[in-house]
């Protein structure tokens, strides 16, 4: 059976911390409407690879700054950043 | 992580308005369908007449499609201004053109809905003309069939919308 994924991320934290930037103005840079970065903010939907990576760079910061990931987490597996 | 609400967005509001749209056309149409007699033999004439009546209402349902989304896109415009005078004070036409601009942008997310509904709305379509032959089969009348095609693009058409609003509020 495929491993589940469970995609998070820091996308509220970033936003606070550049400046307290609105969903509005986080949309607008990376082309999206405000309603896209509300669902990605809450965990309904995953960016394409190409959008996450606007994100990041939307905040300055690398891909896995605000996207992170983990699998298996009901076996108790660690997440990929626990690995570094 | 705690869940947000997310607001109906203008997207959303126009689905409803189309999914209305919609079933005002398809009830019209129903109505003056089935107030014929059902004839079982088919000829020329009540088979030509039937195409007729698809064909009005295929161009009364394009025109009230057109006609109510101008009518959408202005009163979304008329909201969208007062809502910002009463929030800032005053607001300026680029504003709300930039804002309806901004609200209208088709990104990843609304292209994925669309499939997906569009899958939905074509399964539906797909069943009713399955039917509309298995109607012939069974020696229902041709007029009947027609009708039953029609039905099927237009509540594949309405299951397309109601799949698009569900996507779009998960």
């Known amino acids: 059976m495929a491993n589940k994924l469970i995609i998070t991320n820091r996308i509220r934290e970033l936003r606070f911390f550049t400046g307290e930037m609105t969903q509005q103005q986080l949309a607008k840079v990376t082309g999206v409407s405000r309603q896209t970065i509300l669902a990605i903010e809450a965990g309904k939907y995953s960016p394409s690879l190409e959008l996450a990576f606007l994100i990041a760079d939307a905040f300055k910061v690398k891909i896995d700054e605000v996207f992170t990931f983990e699998k298996d987490r009901d076996t108790g597996k660690e997440s990929v950043h626990d690995k570094k | ?170």
Request: proline residues 2%; aromatic residues 10%.
């Open chain 2, 1 to 170: 992580m705690p869940t947000q609400e997310v607001p109906m967005a203008f997207k959303e509001k126009r689905t409803i308005v189309t999914i209305a749209t919609g079933i005002l056309i398809l009830l019209a149409y129903c109505r003056q369908s089935f107030g014929r007699p059902v004839v079982e033999t088919a000829t020329d004439v009540i088979l030509k007449a039937q195409a007729v009546t698809m064909l009005k209402f295929i161009g009364i349902g394009v025109l009230a499609m057109i006609v109510i989304q101008i009518l959408f896109h202005i009163l979304y415009s008329i909201s969208l201004a007062v809502s910002s005078t009463i929030k800032k004070g005053s607001c300026t036409d680029e504003e709300i053109e930039e804002a309806i601009a901004f609200e209208v942008i088709d990104d990843e997310r609304d292209k994925i809905i669309e499939l997906k509904s569009l899958r939905a709305g074509f399964v539906i379509t797909g069943t009713g003309f399955v039917a509309s032959l298995l109607w012939l089969v069974m020696d229902g009348s041709p007029a009947q069939v027609l009708n039953i095609i029609f039905m099927s693009f237009a509540l594949g058409s309405i299951l397309e919308g109601f799949t698009r609003l569900f996507y779009y509020s998960r």
